[in-house]
T-cell receptor, first 111, second 111 residues
Framework: EAQVTQNPRYLITVTGKKLTVTCSQNMNHEYMSWYRQDPGLGLRQIYY???????DKGDVPEGYKVSRKEKRNFPLILESPSPNQTSLYFCASRGAGYGYTFGSGTRLTVV | DAKTTQPTSMDCAEGRAANLPCNHSTISGNEYVYWYRQIHSQGPQYIIHGLKNNETNEMASLIITEDRKSSTLILPHATLRDTAVYYC????????????FGQGTELSVKP
């Protein structure tokens, strides 16, 4: 089944403890992206990648890092999480068909 | 990206057609109209997209006015599982990857 897989689905962590949210797609898509969703603010793009080793900032990149060493994986790294990064995170990928496929989401709580 | 305007919420009776409007009066000639939906904190799901002709797939129909300034997403026989937030997005295929999500329309399908 074609899908975008995020892990973990839920995570509670403490301020300052580095964490990684993984994202993997099995559709050979070149484009991948991370979004966060917050009440009243909607979905906002954090980072995106047009292809392997090509990444760029979205609208809210502060406090986040990404890497794209291989086409299928696009991890989101929080080097020093803070409570304002408590949010619902989505990874997405897009192929030649123009429609985006989103993962199921990661609900992160930073205390 | 062109700005879109959608009603905040709508109700629809189960089994009836749900017609969700979207205004995009500043749409450019190369921008497509996309529809996504998000069911209660799940990842957004691609529904359909179109440029100027009406489109239909297994999920829905998309009607775009001749001047392209507005469109309507039609769910022909709404079910309770269609209760979701529906997002209308306009973007060009060649403008990179970002989807700009507005606030969307919260559709409630009632028995």
């Amino acid at each position: 089944e074609a899908q975008v897989t995020q892990n973990p689905r839920y995570l509670i962590t403490v301020t300052g403890k580095k964490l990684t949210v993984t994202c993997s797609q099995n559709m050979n898509h070149e484009y991948m992206s991370w979004y966060r969703q917050d009440p009243g603010l909607g979905l906002r793009q954090i980072y995106y990648s047009m292809n392997v080793e090509v990444t760029d900032k979205g609208d809210v990149p502060e406090g986040y890092k990404v890497s794209r060493k291989e086409k299928r994986n696009f991890p989101l790294i929080l080097e020093s999480p803070s409570p304002n990064q408590t949010s619902l995170y989505f990874c997405a990928s897009r192929g030649a068909g123009y429609g985006y496929t989103f993962g199921s989401g990661t609900r992160l709580t930073v205390v | 990206d062109a700005k879109t305007t959608q009603p905040t919420s709508m109700d629809c009776a189960e089994g009836r057609a749900a017609n969700l409007p979207c205004n995009h009066s500043t749409i450019s000639g190369n921008e497509y109209v996309y529809w996504y939906r998000q069911i209660h904190s799940q990842g957004p799901q691609y529904i359909i997209h179109g440029l100027k002709n009406n489109e239909t797939n297994e999920m829905a129909s998309l009607i775009i006015t001749e001047d392209r300034k507005s469109s309507t997403l039609i769910l022909p026989h709404a079910t309770l599982r269609d209760t979701a937030v529906y997002y209308c997005i306009v973007r060009a295929h060649n403008q990179g990857g970002k989807l700009i999500f507005g606030q969307g329309t919260e559709l409630s399908v009632k028995p």
